[in-house]
C-alpha cells in the first residue's frame, strides 16, 4: 500500500498544476495506512489509543449500511476505522491475487460455498462462539444455516458469515384488480398454490390488445425481472421433486434429468406464451412499476417486497396480497431465501479480530434493528423479530404468511461450491436463450449446459485442491 | 436571377430540413433520458414527460457520495488533461525537431500503440500496479500522463514539423537552447493544438469508468465508474433500481462533457487542421 | 566516438577542403550527437512510460497466456504451452464470434464512416447555429457509458420502445430488434449513432482544403458533385484512411454495448448474433475466471487486428491522396 511518503510525491509530481493540487490534497490518497504492526492476532484491544487506529474496509451495495451507523460504530470503537467501500466483484480475483481486498466482502448464500472453496472465507465460528451476547445460537433464525459449510454440504458446520437479513423468497405477490380484471380467482394466503396452477392462471391473466400492446402479463420473478427460467428458481422447483441440479458430490451438473428438463420445457412455454417480460419479447420495464400499475398479475418474490409496496403504492397497499410459495402436485413444500445476502470476512484480512467487532456490530446490533423496522426483509435473530412493520392489519397479514413459511425455509437450496451462481446463470442463459427463440431444442441445450458446467467444475475443484 | 434565388432558397430550406431532422435524431434520445428521469420511480418509462420529480435530481446527488465521486473525477481529470497535454507536446516536439538513430523505428512504436487492445496489457498492468504499491493511488494516472497520448504526440508532431525553420534557427544563433526554444517558441505557437488536446484528454478521462474500476477502491472512484456500477437502489435490495434517479444521474454527468465541447469545438477543429492531419 | 570517426572519413575524402572546414563538421558532429541525446531526452517520458507500464505488461500478459491462470492461482502458476492458443483455434464458439465480430465490423465501420462524413460535409455549409448542431451530433459520442445503454433498451424496446411507437405511427407492425434477426442490424444502428464522434476531425479536414482550389474549380465551371469528386474526396482520403483505421481497431474490440443492448450488467450473456469476440473473452475472464484462456484469445485478436491494419497501410498507395513535398 501506498505510504505517507508516496503521498507527498504524488503532490509534488501535481503541483504542475494548481487544479490537480489543491483537489489532491483534499481528499485521501491513502486506504489503507493502517500500520503492518497491529496485524498480529491478539485479543481486540479497545483501550487501544487512536494512534493505533485500524481501518476494515467494507465492501457491501451501498445503501445496506448507512454513514450514520458508520459513525455510531466508530463512536463505540474509536480504534476502528471501517470503510465503507462499493462491492466490485470484477475487481476481485485481482485483489485477492495482491492481498488488497476488502476485508468484509457481500456474498450471497449461493455463493458462500465457493467462498469458502476457494479459501476467500474465514471461519467465524470461534468468533461466534465467543460472541454469546450478541449472537446466541438459540436466538438464529434457521436461514443463517444457508452460512454453513461443512466441506460437502451446506447447511451444517461452521459458520463462515451471515446474512444481513432474509425473505423466504418464492412466495406469490398477487395483484388482486388484475386477477379481478381477467376473472381468475385471487389465490387464497392459507394455502399453497401449485406450479401448475401458478402457470395456467398466468396464461389466463396474460392479455395483449389487437395490435399486439401489453395490457397485462400474468407472472414475474424478481430476482430477474423475467418470468423464464433461472438458477435459484429451478433448484427450487427441482428440489421440490426430489431432484436436484447437482450430483451428490457437485461434481457433475444434471439439468438433462427428465425432472429438470419438465420444468425447463415449461418455462419455454412460459416465454413462448408471453406470460411476463422475458428476453425475447425484451421488455425491460421494472417489475415494481409494472405490479403496482396493475399491468401484472402474479411477482414471485418474499416478504421484503412490502417494504416496496409500502413505499410505492402506499395508499392501495390492500390491493395486493402474499401467498405461500408454489408447491408441485407430489412434491414437498419448500421456501427457502433464494439467496440471502450477507458477508463473510475474507481469510487474508490483516484486521480479523477488528474487521470481527465490525462484522458483529453491523450482524448483530444496532443496524440489525434498524433494518427490521423498516420491514425489507427478516431479521437473522429470533428476538428481533417483533421489529418489523407491524401498524396496519395488512402489515400483520403479510407477516403472518411470511411466518407461516418460516416451517419451510428450513431446507435449503443446493448450490454448487465450484461455480458461481453468476457463472451456472451466464452458462443457463446462454444455452437457453436460442431454445426460447426456437433455435436449438432442449435436449441440446441441456447437455450443452451441463458440458460447459462440468468443465468449470472441473477447473474450480482442482483450484480448491491446492 | 430569380430563377437563382429561388433555387438557392430551396437549397437552403432542404438544408435546413435536413439538418434539423438529424438534429432530432440524435437529440431525441438523450431527450428521452431526461423525461425519464423527471418520473416516479414506481411509473413504467414514457416517450414524453410522464410527472416532474425534480426529487430524483436531488437524490441523484445525495444518495451516493456525489460530491467526493465528482471530486475525484475533477483530480483524475486534471492529471490527465494537464499531464498528457504537456507531456505529449514535449516528446512530439523530440519526434518533430529533433532526431537521432531510431528515431522512426520508435514513432511507428507510437503509431503501432494506439492499435493495442487496451484489456491485453490491463490485467498484468494491475498486477504491476500492485506490486509496486500504485493499487489505491492515483500514480497509474500520473504515469500515464507522465508518458503523454500517443495521439496527442501524433498531433504535436504534425504540428511542429510545420513550423518554418527559420523561427529555430534564429533564436538558436540568439543564444536559446532547446528547451528554450521549446517552451518560448513553439509553446506558445501551439495554443490550438493545447486546446484540442486538452478537451480531447478531458471527454477520454472525464468518461472512462474502466480504469479507476480496475485500479482504485470504491471509495476513490470518480463519477464515471460510481454510475456504471453503483446503482440507485431503494433500501439496498439490488433487485429494486431507482430508474429515474440513475437516469437523472446520467443527465447530471453529461452537462460537464457537453459545456466543455460547446466551449472547445472551435479551437478543436481549428487545432486539428493546424496540424495538417497526414500521414 | 562514431562521430568523431565519421568527421575524419569526411575531412579523408574531401582533401581538398580548407583545413578550417573539418573543424566545422566535427563541432557540427557534436553538435548531432548533442542533437541526438536531446531527441532522447524529449522522448524519455513517453518510452520509459511505455518500456515499464506498456511493454513489461504486454510481455507478461503473453506469458500468463501460456499457463493455467485463473486470477487465484497466482501462487502456483503452470507453464502449459500453446494449450490456450489451440483451445482458441479449436473453440467453434470464439472462431464463430471472430467472423461475427468481422462482419459487423467490415459493415458497420464503413457505413459510419460514410454518414461522419456527410455529416460533415452538411455542416460545413455556412449555416447558422452551427456551433449547437454540432453539439447536438457530437452528443451521443459524450453521452455516459450507462445513459447509452439505457438510451437503446429504450429504443428497442419490442412494445412500446421508441423506435417501434415510431414506426406504429404509419401503421407498420412491431419489429423485434433485438431478436435474432434484427440484433446485428440494431447493434450497428447504436454504433452509428455515435457517428457523429468524428465529425471534428472531419471538419478540421474539410477547413483544410485550400479555398484556392475550390474557387478555381468553380470558375472553371465545375458542378458541386465534380468538385466534390475531384477536390473533397481525394484531399480527405488522409483523414478517411486515420478513421478507417481508428474504426476499425475500435470496433474489433467492441464489448460494452451488446451487454448494454442485453441487460444492465456487464457479466450478461449477448445472443448469439451479438455475442462478438471480446464479450466472448470478457465473459471467460471475468465470469469463468479463465484468465490464461481469455490472455490468449486476446492475443489472437490482437493479431487479426494488426494483420487489417496492415493491409490498410499497405492499400494506402492505391487510394489514399497525400500532398507531395510532405516528409
Known amino acids: ?466 | 436571377m430569380v430563377q437563382n434565388k429561388t433555387k438557392r432558397f430551396i437549397t437552403r430550406t432542404l438544408l435546413y430540413a435536413l439538418i434539423i431532422i438529424l438534429c432530432f435524431v440524435f437529440f431525441y434520445p438523450v431527450f428521452v433520458v431526461f423525461a425519464n428521469s423527471l418520473r416516479s420511480y414506481s411509473s413504467p418509462s414514457t416517450l414524453f414527460f410522464n410527472g416532474f420529480h425534480l426529487m430524483n435530481y436531488v437524490m441523484a446527488m445525495t444518495m451516493i457520495p456525489f460530491g467526493a465521486y465528482l471530486l475525484h473525477s475533477l483530480v483524475l481529470v486534471s492529471i490527465s488533461v494537464i499531464g498528457s497535454t504537456f507531456m505529449s507536446a514535449f516528446v512530439g516536439f523530440g519526434f518533430a525537431r529533433l532526431s537521432g538513430p531510431g528515431k522512426n523505428a520508435l514513432f511507428i512504436i507510437i503509431i503501432a500503440t494506439m492499435m493495442l487492445p487496451g484489456i491485453v496489457t490491463s490485467v498484468p498492468q494491475y498486477l504491476i500496479y500492485h506490486r509496486i504499491g500504485f493499487i489505491n493511488t492515483y500514480w497509474p494516472w500520473v504515469i500515464g500522463a507522465i508518458g503523454g497520448n500517443a495521439f496527442f504526440i501524433f498531433l504535436y508532431r504534425q504540428f511542429f514539423m510545420n513550423i518554418p525553420k527559420e523561427l529555430e534557427e534564429a533564436s538558436r544563433i540568439d543564444g536559446c537552447s532547446t528547451l528554450g526554444i521549446f517552451f518560448r517558441i513553439f509553446m506558445p505557437l501551439s495554443v490550438p493544438v493545447i486546446t484540442t488536446c486538452a478537451v480531447m484528454a478531458f471527454q477520454g478521462s472525464w468518461g472512462d469508468f474502466m480504469s479507476p474500476f480496475m485500479f482504485l477502491s470504491s471509495n476513490m472512484w470518480p463519477l464515471a465508474t460510481a454510475l456504471i456500477s453503483t446503482t440507485y437502489t431503494l433500501n439496498g435490495n439490488a433487485a429494486v433500481v431507482l430508474y429515474p434517479v440513475l437516469e437523472a444521474a446520467a443527465m447530471i454527468f453529461a452537462i460537464p462533457s457537453v459545456i466543455t465541447f460547446f466551449i472547445g469545438q472551435k479551437y478543436l477543429v481549428e487545432g486539428i487542421v493546424t496540424t495538417g492531419l497526414k500521414g | 566516438m562514431s562521430v568523431r570517426g565519421e568527421g575524419q572519413r569526411m575531412a579523408i575524402i574531401e582533401p581538398s577542403v580548407q583545413s578550417a572546414k573539418p573543424s566545422i563538421r566535427v563541432r557540427s558532429g557534436r553538435r548531432r550527437r548533442r542533437r541526438a541525446m536531446e531527441f532522447y531526452l524529449f522522448i524519455s517520458p513517453w518510452f520509459i512510460v511505455f518500456v515499464l507500464f506498456g511493454l513489461v505488461p504486454l510481455l507478461w500478459g503473453l506469458y500468463l497466456s501460456f499457463t493455467n491462470y485463473t486470477g487465484y492461482n497466482f501462487n502456483h502458476l503452470k507453464f502449459i504451452g500453446f494449450a490456450n492458443y489451440h483451445l482458441v483455434f479449436t473453440d467453434s464458439e470464439a472462431m464463430r464470434a471472430l467472423l461475427r465480430t468481422a462482419v459487423i465490423t467490415f459493415i458497420g465501420v464503413p457505413v459510419g464512416l460514410i454518414i461522419g462524413f456527410l455529416l460533415a460535409i452538411l455542416l460545413n455549409n455556412k449555416v447558422k447555429g452551427l456551433s449547437i448542431y454540432r453539439t447536438i451530433f457530437y452528443l451521443p459520442a459524450i453521452m455516459p457509458a450507462v445513459a447509452t445503454g439505457l438510451i437503446w433498451q429504450m429504443m428497442y424496446q419490442t412494445d412500446g420502445g421508441i423506435l417501434n411507437t415510431f414506426f406504429g405511427l404509419f401503421g407498420m407492425k412491431p419489429i423485434d430488434w433485438m431478436g435474432y434477426g434484427m440484433a446485428q442490424t440494431s447493434l450497428i444502428l447504436s454504433g452509428l449513432w455515435g457517428a457523429g464522434g468524428g465529425l471534428m476531425i472531419y471538419l478540421a479536414g474539410l477547413k483544410g482544403i485550400p479555398q484556392s482550389l475550390v474557387e478555381s474549380a468553380a470558375i472553371d465551371g465545375a458542378s458541386y458533385w465534380r468538385q466534390f469528386r475531384h477536390i473533397t474526396i481525394p484531399l480527405m482520403t488522409p483523414i478517411l484512411f486515420y478513421n478507417l483505421i481508428m474504426g476499425l481497431i475500435g470496433s474489433f474490440q467492441i464489448l460494452v454495448q451488446p451487454l448494454l443492448l442485453t441487460g444492465n450488467s456487464l457479466t450478461g450473456d449477448p445472443i448469439e448474433p451479438i455475442y462478438l469476440y471480446m464479450i466472448h473473452a470478457w465473459l471467460n475472464i471475468f465470469v469463468f475466471d479463465r484468465f490464461g484462456y481469455g490472455l490468449a484469445l486476446l492475443w489472437v485478436l490482437f493479431l487479426v487486428i494488426l494483420v487489417f491494419a496492415l493491409i490498410l497501410f499497405w492499400s494506402q498507395k492505391f487510394w489514399v491522396h497525400y500532398e507531395s513535398g510532405e516528409e
Do not use: C
Open chain 1, 1 to 466: 500500500m501506498m505510504s505517507k511518503k508516496g503521498l507527498k510525491w504524488t503532490g509534488i509530481a501535481l503541483s504542475v498544476g494548481a487544479i490537480g493540487t489543491a483537489s489532491a490534497m483534499a481528499i485521501p490518497m491513502v486506504t489503507n495506512a493502517a500500520p503492518a504492526k497491529t496485524a498480529a492476532v491478539k485479543p481486540a484491544a479497545k483501550t487501544a489509543a487512536p494512534a493505533n487506529q485500524v481501518t476494515i474496509n467494507l465492501a457491501f451495495d451501498s445503501g445496506a449500511f448507512s454513514a450514520q451507523e458508520v459513525k455510531a460504530f466508530e463512536k463505540l470503537h474509536p480504534d476502528i476505522k471501517v470503510n465503507l467501500v462499493t462491492y466490485n466483484a470484477s475487481a476481485l480475483p485481482a485483489e485477492f491475487a495482491s492481498g488488497s481486498a476488502p476485508d468484509i466482502i457481500e456474498t450471497t448464500g449461493s455463493s458462500l460455498p465457493s467462498d469458502v472453496e476457494k479459501g476467500l472465507a474465514l471461519d467465524i465460528q470461534p468468533y461466534i462462539n465467543k460472541s454469546k451476547k450478541v449472537f446466541n445460537p438459540h436466538n438464529f433464525n434457521n436461514v443463517v444455516n444457508q452460512y454453513r459449510w461443512d466441506g460437502r454440504v451446506q447447511g451444517i458446520g461452521d459458520l463462515y458469515g451471515l446474512p444481513k437479513d432474509f425473505s423466504p423468497d418464492f412466495d406469490i405477490w398477487v395483484n388482486k384488480a388484475v386477477f379481478k380484471a381477467a376473472g381468475v380467482k385471487v389465490p387464497s394466503p392459507n394455502k399453497p398454490m401449485t406450479w401448475d396452477q401458478v402457470f395456467q392462471d398466468a396464461k389466463k391473466i396474460t392479455k395483449f390488445d389487437s395490435k399486439g400492446k401489453m395490457v397485462r402479463y400474468g407472472l414475474d420473478y424478481y430476482a430477474t425481472g423475467q418470468a423464464q427460467a433461472e438458477y435459484q428458481l429451478l433448484s427450487l422447483q427441482a428440489q421440490e421433486q426430489g431432484a436436484t441440479l447437482w450430483s451428490s458430490n457437485f461434481s457433475k451438473a444434471q439439468f438433462e434429468n427428465p425432472k429438470v428438463v419438465n420444468i425447463l420445457n415449461q418455462w419455454v412455454t412460459a416465454v413462448k406464451g408471453n406470460i411476463g417480460p422475458n428476453s425475447v419479447n425484451n421488455d425491460k420495464n421494472f417489475f415494481g412499476s409494472l405490479f403496482t400499475s396493475n399491468k401484472l398479475g402474479m411477482m414471485i418474490s418474499g416478504y421484503w417486497f412490502s417494504g416496496f409496496i409500502r413505499s410505492a403504492a402506499p395508499k392501495t397497499e390492500n390491493n395486493f396480497e402474499m401467498v405461500p410459495a408454489p408447491v408441485y402436485a407430489n412434491g414437498t413444500r419448500m421456501d427457502p431465501p433464494a439467496s440471502a445476502t450477507g458477508a463473510y470476512i475474507w481469510s487474508g484480512s490483516k484486521h480479523p479480530v477488528q474487521a470481527w467487532t465490525v462484522f458483529e456490530y453491523f450482524f448483530g446490533q444496532q443496524p440489525v434493528i434498524d433494518r427490521a423496522q423498516t420491514g425489507w426483509g427478516l431479521p437473522i435473530l429470533k428476538n428481533k423479530m417483533s421489529l418489523v412493520p407491524q401498524k396496519s392489519k395488512w402489515d400483520n397479514s403479510v407477516l403472518k404468511v411470511a411466518k407461516g413459511e418460516l416451517k419451510y425455509s428450513g431446507k435449503l437450496l443446493r448450490f454448487n461450491p465450484y461455480v458461481d451462481a453468476t457463472t451456472v446463470n451466464t452458462i443457463m442463459t446462454k444455452y437457453l436463450t436460442p431454445v426460447y427463440y426456437g433455435k436449438d431444442t432442449m435436449q441440446d441445450a441441456v447437455r450443452q449446459i451441463d458440458g460447459e458446467l462440468d468443465s468449470l467444475i472441473q477447473a474450480g475443484m482442482s483450484e480448491a485442491g491446492n
